[in-house]
């Protein structure tokens, strides 16, 4: 019996180390960044992710859900990263972060047509604005003394309400405002708001020697122009090329 239980747990401890540093990423519907197409999780993003995982010989897995869920798990469950976050301060130390997989300026857009020309923050905040539950957008809202923000659990249900009227505007990236022009969906820009570095951002548990290895793929993708070649795939202009970003931890 002893022998049998001794065989058991030889078996068992190889299969319990990989369980150990299986790496999960964790994302929400955000096209082009992150999105299910006929039943994939596909993307700009994903596809770095998954590029750069492979490529440093991790297992992981892939899931889809809300963000504020999303978040929530990469900040409490180890080995767990979320995507595509934007990077501030106050998250620098709240997670790990890989980045750049995407840097880009952000935008409050209106309904097309509407006439909130010559937009200020001042004349911005006296209207009403919307974002997804948990979003780096909201906190950036609130910085500028955004207060009443109308809160949905995706970017699906915030676009339907700023173009159904519900909302005035809505903050994105310029590559996603882009993105829905081209996609036909009548938005405008109101006004320009700050850069913003996005990346993933890891739990703090994450052994240091995976997220080494994932930020070494990253850069790597970058150096060669991978990720120009991906953002151009999905028919967007690519980032500034840029291994030393500042964010890294």
Not at 45 to 73: C, N
Not at 87 to 98: G, I, K, L, S, T
Request: charge should be neutral.
């Amino acid at each position: 019996m002893k022998t049998l239980l001794l065989t058991l747990c030889l078996s068992l401890a190889p299969l319990s180390s990989v369980l150990a540093d299986t790496l999960h990423f964790v994302t929400e519907e955000y096209a082009p960044f992150n999105y299910t197409k006929n039943g994939k999780i596909t993307g700009i993003s994903v596809d770095q992710v998954e590029a750069i995982a492979k490529a440093a010989g991790m297992d992981y897995t892939l899931e889809i859900m809300p963000w504020a869920r999303a978040f929530a798990m990469a900040e409490n469950q180890p080995n767990t990263c979320v995507f595509t976050a934007g990077y501030n301060r106050e998250r620098a130390e709240r997670f790990v972060w890989v980045s750049p997989l995407l840097k880009d300026q952000m935008v409050l857009l209106k309904r097309k047509g509407d006439t909130h020309d010559g937009l200020t923050i001042v004349k911005a905040r006296e209207l009403k604005v919307g974002s997804q539950r948990g979003d780096f957008a909201v906190e950036a809202l609130e910085l500028l003394g955004f207060k009443d923000i109308d809160l949905a659990s995706d970017i699906d249900i915030t676009l339907r309400k700023l173009i159904s009227g519900r909302i005035d505007l809505m903050p994105t990236s310029v590559k996603t405002y882009k993105k829905l022009l081209k996609d036909g969906y009548p938005v405008e820009k109101a006004m320009l708001m700050a850069g913003q570095v996005y990346g993933l951002a890891c739990n703090k548990q994450t052994p240091q020697d995976l997220i080494k290895g994932l930020q070494a793929e990253l850069d790597k993708l970058i150096l060669s122009g991978e990720q120009d070649r991906i953002f151009t795939a999905y028919g967007l202009p690519p980032d500034t090329r840029t291994a030393d970003n500042g964010t890294k931890n």
